[in-house]
């Protein structure tokens, strides 16, 4: 992928039931999406440092960054659906055809 291209983030824990449920969906958004957008997987407990920067208060979370400024947060765990919708929505859009 483009290193210009949005970027999807899954924050998450091995520990994290609702975590777990929700990695064969952001498997099955990151084929879908497949160049267009780079799907990331940040285990919280081994990234401390970067889940305080981030302000992650809940798992999972996914984190939609678009020209390297962060756009959407939602937490929960999502299905396929939620997630190509919140991409469509706030990475793969063109701001500027408006």
């Known amino acids: 992928a483009d290193p210009r291209s949005p970027i999807?983030?899954?924050v998450y824990a091995h520990w994290c039931g609702p975590c777990q449920m929700m990695a064969p969906f952001l498997a099955d958004a990151a084929q879908q999406l497949n160049?267009?957008?780079r799907v990331l997987k940040v285990d919280s407990d081994q990234a401390q440092r970067l889940s305080t920067e981030l302000q992650i208060k809940g798992l999972p979370?996914?984190?939609?960054f678009r020209d390297g400024k962060l756009v959407h947060r939602a937490e929960g765990a999502m299905t396929t659906e939620g997630i190509m919708e919140l991409c469509n929505?706030?990475?793969l859009n063109d701001p500027d055809a408006r």
């Open 35 to 37: 160049d267009r957008c």
């Open 8 to 10: 999807l983030m899954d």
């Open 61 to 64: 979370t996914i984190l939609a």
């Open 89 to 91: 929505k706030h990475l």
